[in-house]
C-alpha cells in the first residue's frame, strides 16, 4: 500500500481545511487509517483515526475533538481529514498511514502503522 498526502497550504485561523490521503492496493479499503501529526522538537501526536467504512469507532485526539473529522472514500480509494476552526496549533506537518491489521480497530500507537505517507505541511497564522 502506497500513500500520499496532499491539501497542506497557509490558513488563517479559524478556517477549514481538508486534506487527502490517495492509496494504491485495493486492500487500502479494509486497513484501518489515521492521521498524526508533527512539530520540530516534538513526538508525533495522534490526530484521529477511521476503521475501515462500517467498522468500528472512529478516534481523534484529545486536542482535535469536536473540530476535525475523518471521512474515508472507497470509490476514490482516499481518507480525508476535515479541519475546522483551525488553531495556531495546528500548524505541523500531517502524515496520514494504515494500519497492517485487516478489519482492525483504530490504532493511536504509531507502531501500529506500517504504511506511511510523506507529511503535507499546514500551517495556520493567527
Known amino acids: 500500500v502506497q500513500l500520499q498526502a496532499s491539501g497542506g497550504g497557509l490558513v488563517q485561523a479559524g478556517d477549514s481545511l481538508r486534506l487527502s490521503c490517495a492509496a494504491s492496493?485495493?486492500?487500502?479499503?479494509?486497513?484501518?487509517v489515521g492521521w498524526s501529526r508533527q512539530t520540530p522538537g516534538k513526538e508525533r501526536e495522534f490526530v484521529g483515526g477511521s476503521p475501515y467504512i462500517g467498522g468500528g469507532r472512529t478516534l481523534y485526539g484529545d486536542s482535535v475533538q469536536g473540530r476535525f473529522s475523518i471521512s474515508r472514500d472507497n470509490v476514490k480509494n482516499t481518507a480525508y481529514l476535515q479541519m475546522n476552526n483551525v488553531k495556531p496549533e495546528d500548524t505541523a506537518v500531517y502524515y496520514c498511514?494504515?494500519?497492517?491489521?485487516?478489519?482492525?480497530?483504530?490504532?493511536?500507537?504509531?507502531?501500529?502503522?506500517?504504511?506511511w505517507g510523506q507529511g503535507t505541511l499546514v500551517t495556520v497564522s493567527s
Open positions: 492496493g485495493p486492500t487500502f479499503k479494509i486497513l484501518p
Open positions: 498511514a494504515a494500519q497492517v491489521q485487516r478489519y482492525g480497530n483504530v490504532s493511536p500507537r504509531a507502531r501500529d502503522y506500517r504504511y
